[in-house]
């Protein structure tokens, strides 16, 4: 599934994780499933492999939902510019589902299980 979006601001809890996420508008005709998905990333012509989130945070109680990537092999020495930026989206598999995890340190160690299976997926 393919799709464009830009970037919005967001509450800044995936760089308080360790996993800073870049937050999306949700497209008015997504039809996707919530959950964690391995996806390619196209920001000015470069392209990423991305870790997205789609759905709400139980984690952190929030029941609205958000759609988010996190950018592999990123850091803020090469991160691309993405305000005000058109950012596609190609999502490639569904890695599971949204789940609440009963601490910060607990989900943060699930990213990076789900980070090292986007890795494995997007050769």
Do not use: C
Request: zero cysteines; glycine letters at 6%.
């Amino acid at each position: 599934m393919l799709f464009s979006s830009k970037q919005i601001k967001g509450h800044g809890r995936g760089h308080q994780v360790g996993f800073p996420t870049i937050n999306l508008v949700e497209p008015t005709d997504l039809v996707l499933n919530e959950g964690i998905y391995a996806a390619w990333v196209v920001i000015d012509n470069k392209t990423y492999k991305g870790a997205l989130h789609y759905g709400t945070i139980p984690t952190f109680n929030q029941s609205s939902k958000t759609l988010e990537i996190y950018l592999l092999d990123v850091t803020d020495d090469n991160a691309p510019v993405t305000e005000n930026t058109l950012i596609e989206v190609d999502i490639v598999e569904h890695l599971r589902d949204i789940k609440k995890f009963n601490s910060v340190e607990n989900l943060a160690i699930q990213i990076d299980l789900d980070v090292k299976k986007v890795r494995s997926i997007l050769k």
